[in-house]
């Protein structure tokens, strides 16, 4: 390894808007089971699937139907 780098013609990241930031959320079991099953059958992990839906209701600002019993 150098002792010293050169990072003068640098650049930053153009992808790390895109990154994810990892939480913790609280999902009731029916709620991920379904997203499981529907992992299932798109063959990609429900995680993914959760996080495109969220994306896409957030990309058409779509706003949930609250009805309080």
């Known amino acids: 390894m150098r002792n010293e780098y050169d990072f003068s013609k640098s650049q930053k990241n153009p992808y790390a808007k895109m990154l994810k930031r990892q939480i913790t959320i609280r999902i009731e079991e029916e709620t991920i089971g379904y997203f499981k099953g529907l992992s299932s059958q798109f063959g990609i992990p429900y995680q993914n699937l959760i996080n495109m839906f969220l994306r896409d209701c957030a990309h ?6 609250l009805k309080w019993a």
């Open 60 to 65: 058409s600002h779509k706003k949930p139907a």
